[in-house]
T-cell receptor, first 113, second 115 residues
Framework: AQSVTQPDIHITVSEGASLELRCNYSYGATPYLFWYVQSPGQGLQLLLK??????LVQGIKGFEAEFKRSQSSFNLRKPSVHWSDAAEYFCAVGSGGSYIPTFGRGTSLIVHP | KAGVTQTPRYLIKTRGQQVTLSCSPI?????VSWYQQTPGQGLQFLFE???????NKGNFPGRFSGRQFSNSRSEMNVSTLELGDSALYLC??????????????FGPGTRLTVL
């Protein structure tokens, strides 16, 4: 069965620094991949998704993610973090090759001023 | 454009009771998905309805059920509540989730506490 691993439970960065959140998936074929963000004020939001095609995906709020088949990874990046980016981030893989997400346990992002 | 609304926002029930949660999607959206979020199990997919038909179902017992009406509003029902059903239940709507350019929008959730 497909699964997602987010190796980092917490990540702390300084405001203005770059960010990379790691996500590794387990699935035999080309997966559907997602990143979500959850914050108290905004609730849960879909940041971006990869279905096929270009392996570099642009999302909302200045985030991007790159699908690397050879590494079974779909890491989320942002060049300059803002204090408002502090939140919980979830990576997900489509279940059984579908668009139905199986979620990772999340990475909590803390942003220092 | 109004967002996804969920009612009620908070609910307290006792074991053995049943509960019905409601979700109103964004106007024009035909897909409604439900998710459960708990500290122990994290985020899990419950089911998806599209044009009044259940299109996908997650790995939950039959006590969890749902339906969708002709106006795309959806309800989910949990019968014979257990303590472990305490969770945040999230609803999301989209036009067509299989489409590459589609975006899913989430409601604020219903916080269910089972005593």
């Amino acid at each position: 069965a497909q699964s997602v691993t987010q190796p980092d439970i917490h990540i702390t960065v300084s405001e203005g620094a770059s960010l990379e959140l790691r996500c590794n998936y387990s699935y035999g074929a080309t997966p559907y991949l997602f990143w979500y963000v959850q914050s108290p004020g905004q609730g849960l939001q879909l940041l971006l998704k990869y279905f096929s095609g270009d392996t570099l995906v642009q999302g909302i709020k200045g985030f991007e993610a790159e699908f690397k088949r050879s590494q079974s990874s779909f890491n989320l990046r942002k060049p300059s973090v803002h204090w408002s980016d502090a939140a919980e981030y979830f990576c997900a893989v489509g279940s059984g090759g579908s668009y139905i997400p199986t979620f990772g346990r999340g990475t909590s992002l803390i942003v220092h001023p | 454009k109004a967002g996804v609304t969920q009612t009620p926002r908070y609910l307290i029930k006792t074991r053995g009771q049943q509960v019905t949660l409601s979700c109103s999607p964004i106007s024009g959206h035909r897909s409604v998905s439900w998710y459960q979020q708990t500290p122990g199990q994290g985020l899990q997919f419950l089911f998806e309805y599209f044009s009044e038909t259940q299109r996908n179902k997650g790995n939950f017992p039959g006590r969890f059920s749902g339906r969708q009406f002709s106006n795309s509003r959806s309800e989910m029902n949990v019968s014979t509540l257990e303590l472990g059903d305490s969770a945040l239940y999230l609803c999301a709507s989209s036009l067509e989730p299989t489409a590459k350019t589609d975006t899913q929008y989430f409601g604020p959730g219903t916080r269910l506490t089972v005593l």
